[in-house]
């Protein structure tokens, strides 16, 4: 089924839309697919927050152009799947992910602004926590010396009081 002009100009600004504050993008084949598995490819990436399609590669080098993925244009070959995300690891996790279990799903390479990535960089893209976790990280980070201290002070009153009872102790079993 092919587009008419004013069906391609709303698919390229949709995915222009897109990119307008996408972190990351990764392109991945999907030749022999079946529609089950994409299904659940798709609700993954839905859950994850990545924009997942299959598009004409042709509307899409014309929706990258002028921005920082434009070098992704010569990995634009063959039947692809886009995954376009605003966290720059979440795209990959999720192909990634679904690569591991099913063999149909090749990933050709990614991008991130104004770098490029191969189907390597993209795994090892995968396999980097993401900004929340990162966040999380940070902040127990943040929280242990706190916390550390908190003890600390807390330790002088709690000995004290231990140091009485046994005292008390002593002198009723005297």
Same mark, same amino acid.
């Given at each position: 089924?092919?587009?008419?002009?004013?069906?391609?100009?709303?698919?390229?600004?949709?995915?222009?839309?897109?990119l307008a504050n996408a972190q990351s993008i990764?392109?991945?084949?999907?030749?022999?697919?079946?529609?089950?598995?994409?299904?659940?490819?798709?609700?993954k990436a839905r859950e994850s927050g990545v924009y997942?399609?299959?598009?004409?590669?042709?509307?899409?080098?014309?929706?990258?152009?002028?921005? #920082?993925?434009?070098? /992704?244009?010569?990995?634009? +070959?063959?039947? @692809?799947?886009?995954?376009? $995300?605003?966290?720059?690891?979440? &795209?990959?996790?999720?192909?990634?992910?679904?690569?591991?279990?099913?063999?149909?799903?090749?990933?050709?390479?990614?991008?991130? #602004?104004?770098?490029? /990535?191969?189907?390597?960089? +993209?795994?090892? @893209?995968?396999?980097?926590? $993401?900004?929340?976790?990162?966040? &999380?990280?940070?902040?127990?980070?943040?929280?242990?010396?706190?916390?550390?201290?908190?003890?600390?002070?807390?330790?002088?009153?709690?000995?004290?009081?231990?140091?009485?009872?046994? +005292?008390?102790?002593?002198?009723?079993?005297?």
């Open positions: 089924m092919s587009l008419n002009r004013a069906e391609k100009a709303v698919v390229i600004e949709e995915v222009v839309a897109e990764v392109v991945a084949e999907y030749r022999g697919l079946d529609v089950a598995s994409v299904t659940v490819l798709r609700k997942l399609r299959v598009l004409k590669n042709t509307l899409v080098r014309r929706a990258v152009v002028g921005t #920082p993925f434009e070098g /992704l244009t010569n990995q634009m +070959v063959g039947p @692809l799947m886009y995954a376009i $995300s605003n966290d720059p690891v979440s &795209a990959a996790k999720v192909l990634a992910g679904f690569a591991t279990t099913n063999d149909k799903l090749v990933i050709k390479g990614g991008s991130l #602004p104004g770098s490029q /990535l191969d189907a390597n960089g +993209v795994k090892a @893209l995968a396999t980097m926590p $993401s900004r929340e976790e990162l966040l &999380a990280k940070l902040m127990g980070t943040m929280q242990a010396p706190v916390t550390q201290f908190v003890r600390t002070l807390n330790e002088v009153p709690t000995k004290f009081v231990r140091g009485l009872a046994a +005292v008390r102790d002593q002198k009723e079993a005297a």
